[in-house]
């Protein structure tokens, strides 16, 4: 071991000649210069504002100037003696937002989705912050011991003295999360075998992995999704019949392993031949090659991959609505055929205010990812 | 070490003699082994399951109900399908409206893709925001709320047929779907489709030819003007031969309003219209992002050595850029379009009536037959996945040829 770091120290910059010249950033008189510096680009400019005119002025008519703010039934968002357009209805979703939330979970007993949520961004937090200490243990605390948790929080069974909540009062946001959760901690796992298998030496446990991926890659979620729900309990045993949202976890989360098995794969193969010869070299059996040599760099090169598989998978969980799942457009799709709501905005309402909500989330996590990619790309070119 | 007492047993010389369980070949077949037999049992035990719970429904395992007569109608299918034709037929009528919905979706995405992707190039700043902004609210939203939104609000909202707005080109828009002009079969539209087929023929042969010229060194065709004349000419040229004279050799009907309704020309449900909408919208995003980042992966250099020959912009792009960026988008932009597809199967969602919501819908609701129509729904997209990895492994050989 040299005690000489790996990489340079970073030396302040010299007074004077070598000094960096300031870095030039694109100033607002020049950003719009290049909206008019040439007449193709002028008409471009033209263009661009009058489609953003016809697009962003509705939707912010709709969403801000003619939406309703306040009111307690569906008289405040009905169209009234002024006549006017009528915008999104948002007292609506401030009434419902309980039931968008944990669907028709107990109110007394809201709290346990409240502490498994917390729980969750708690340990999410931890794995993904990437000067947090204990990384590795966070990853771990996430596949086992926090979905036990969660899932006694949630569903309370006998022995935790919990009042027990059926997964069929299980609705909205929560739902969402807790298939979501579900499909990437199962996901991560069964990702990783199905990368090593696929990258195996034996035959068989190559050929298996590469069944399973292709085969749940070639075929849409929604045909898993029927596979789970009208197939699968004709593949047990008569009289067992899993819950219906277990089934359609079970679906979730091996299509999502198979696209997680591509990403994963995609690392292994990146990773230069000399670390998987050097792992051997130092007399590694294949599991201790694997877990301390080869995944650890090869997972940490695809978080990118990795994060944008679990964007699809939360985005793809809205199919479930289709197999009956009370996930939060289920949830927003009944509340807007309810008597007590019915407007002409209802539904579209319902409809801003989950685009909203999936917005938020995926852009989040699709920031982080492009974060992590320039985090890789910089550590790598260190090197 | 004292003698007589071998640490280790060598073998008549072969080098040391390991337990059988630590050679790594007997224990990879071991290994295997148990992967196959826990595979093959879980089959036979899912197998078995099958058998006793059909047998407990009184459902019959088989394909035979395919040839039986369905007593449901389809409205708005490629394919025509009335109440007594077969299950089997009607399949093929949904299998027919996803491949045409998709189709069209993958030319609107395509051509929506290369524009936002190019406009997010835009040294323009405001061109290219508002297309980064396109592309990241339509990629950070679900396709199924699209869907919804298409058709449950935009559709929704749109006037009745009495009120139709009128779009450029004849087409009417209403709530019950979008109507455009279409041809009445007649011998001129006949060789106009005779036409097509031979002036495309005739295109694959000139770039052929072309490729084997530039080969061999000499001066390629210019097939960019000489390809859209042929396309046009010769279909036009093969109705006025047959017709005598080009006008009323090509009869069309338009879409008007007929009392309530519109009549004439062509209808598009408005199903289908929200689907390819949705579907084209959504998949142009990713398409964007593929084009961007394969333009910009070509490296600088390539253009100012195109500018050192002396090229102008538009050969250095033609010639130069989007060669060499085409390499990096076609593989990706297939799997775009599988992507598309599969995703047409969300046509359930909205009611048009494709492979999965005819399949899972009516076929199996009216038949029991799960097990069979959701195998058969399931190998039809395997199929058109396996081959598309077959076209994209031949067209990544063949670029892979290219290079020296």
Redesign the interface.
Known sequence: MTTTPSTPVKQPPAHGALARPPRQAPGLIQGLRSLVATPLNALLTVLALAIAWFLLRPAIEFLFIDAVWSGHDRAACLAGEAGGEIGACWPYIARRLGYFIYGQYPEAQRWRPNAAMALCALNIGWALWPRAPFRGAALFSFVLPFPVIAWILLYGPGFSGLVAVPTNLWGGVLVTMVISIVGIVVSLPLGVLLALGRRSQMPVVRAASTVFIEVMRGVPLLAVLFMANRMLPLFLPPGVLPDPLVRVMVGVSLFAAAGMAEVIRGGLQALPKGQYEAAAALGLGYWQMMFTVILPQALTLVIPGIVNTFISLFKDTTLVTVVGIFDLLTTIDVSSRDPAWATPVTASTGYAFAAIFYFICCYAMSRYSAAMERRLAAAGSRS | MKAGKPVRTYGQGRGPVIAWWGNPAAR?LI???L??IA?ISLFVW?GR??V???R?SHITWGFGFLAEPASFDITGSLIPFRAGDSYGRALMAGFGNTLTASLTAIVIATALGFVVGVARL??????AR?ASAYV??L???????QL??WY??VLKALPGPRQSIALPGGLLLNNRGLYGPWPVESPGWNAVGAGLLTALGLCIGLAAWSARRRREGKAALTLWAIAPAVLICLPLAAAWLTAGSLVGALPVTWPELRGFNVGGGVTLLPEFVALVLGLSLYTSAFIAEIVRSGVQAVPKGQREAGRALGLGEGPILRLIVIPQALRLIIPPLTGQYLNLT??S??A??IGYPDL?SIG?GPV?QNTGQ??EV?SL??LI??G???LTALLMNWWNARMALAER
């Open positions: 990879a290994w295997q082994a992967l196959a595979v899912a399951n099958v006793t719970n059909l407990a835009s040294n323009n700043a405001l061109v508002s990241e609210v990629r950070n939203t679900p396709l199924l709320l919804l939104v449950n609000v599969k995703n199967s969300l359930v969602a999965v899972a199996l799960a097990l959701i729904i399931m997209y395997l058109l996945s396996l």
